[in-house]
């Protein structure tokens, strides 16, 4: 009797297991279709944020390289590009929008206002490293990405 009782728990366990991984698995699902519907990007640092404090302290500036993406993106909101006043850009999706909106540019075939080609690419590199990569993006990165970004704005 008392063999048989484990038998039983032990079906209860693999059979909460595949059903509450088949659950898990819907929710994850459901959560990931959610994306679709964001329609604003905050800002991910304020100016008053106590973590920019810890990139002004001298040491391993490494450990710091999130801060720095984080700053990158933000700066797009604060620039003077103009890229979400055409109507093909809303302002509400920074990132996506940015994006397509460098894309634009590089892929006309008359130059914008001057704009290098060279000038995209380092913008599209430094966006899409600060946004999706996983290598190094620290604080030569972010200033070259600035660089850029400040150039465009000017142009």
């Known amino acids: 009797m008392a063999s048989g009782s484990n038998w039983l728990s032990g079906v209860n366990v693999v059979l909460v297991m595949a059903y509450g991984s088949l659950d898990l698995k819907e929710e ?14 905050p800002q991910l640092l304020a100016d008053d944020d106590a ?5 002004e302290t001298q040491g391993n500036q490494s450990c710091y390289n999130y801060l720095y ?11 003077e590009i103009p890229f ?18 460098l894309l634009d540019l590089r892929n006309t075939s008359t130059p914008f ?3 290098r080609k060279a000038l995209i690419d380092t913008l599209l590199d430094g966006y899409e490293t600060a946004r999706y990569g996983t290598g190094v993006f620290g604080q030569n990165e972010y200033l070259r990405y600035q660089e850029a970004l400040s150039e465009l704005a000017t142009a």
Do not use: C, W
């Open 51 to 55: 973590r920019l404090l810890q990139l």
């Open 69 to 79: 993406r984080m700053k990158a993106l933000d700066a797009i909101r604060t620039s």
């Open 28 to 41: 994850i699902d459901i959560r990931l279709s959610r994306v679709q519907d964001i329609k604003y990007e």
């Open 84 to 101: 979400h006043s055409e109507g093909r850009h809303p302002r509400s999706l920074m990132g996506k929008n940015f994006r397509s909106y």
């Open 113 to 115: 206002k001057g704009v």
